[in-house]
């Protein structure tokens, strides 16, 4: 079991930036795909962005040119830097870790963007 942990959520004003950021608790980081969602109450969970392990980036269409997913093996965090924020960007940020068809979930870290 692989132990996620959110960080950098909060309250922003829109056209502001945030970055979250996900720490893994594993000595295997690199072999994991790094992705994460995003969930709105009453809402199904969506993807936001992910990364594999050579690097290769997934955008959801909204993230496409406002948030950037990246990841730093040595320190085994996946970030996600989030610019030019809208009011319908709030939701609840969750960190997501998969390794062979195994998937590892964080608490999840909220995200207000008001107006």
């Known amino acids: 079991q692989v132990q996620l942990m959110e960080s950098g959520g909060g309250l922003v004003q829109a056209g502001r930036s945030l970055t979250l950021s996900c720490k893994a608790f594993?000595?295997?980081?690199?072999?994991?795909?790094m992705s994460w969602y995003r969930q709105v109450a009453g809402s199904e969970r969506e993807l936001v962005a992910s990364?594999?392990?050579?690097?290769?980036?997934n955008y959801a269409d909204f993230a496409v040119g406002r948030f950037t997913i990246s990841r730093n093996n040595a320190a085994n965090t996946a970030d996600l830097q989030m610019d030019n924020l809208k009011v319908e960007d709030s939701a609840v940020y969750t960190c997501?870790?998969?390794?062979?068809?195994?998937?590892?979930w964080g608490q999840g870290t909220q995200v207000t963007v008001s107006s």
């Open positions: 594993t000595n295997m980081f690199s072999r994991y795909t």
């Open positions: 990364i594999t392990t050579d690097e290769t980036t």
């Open positions: 997501h870790a998969n390794i062979w068809g195994f998937s590892h």
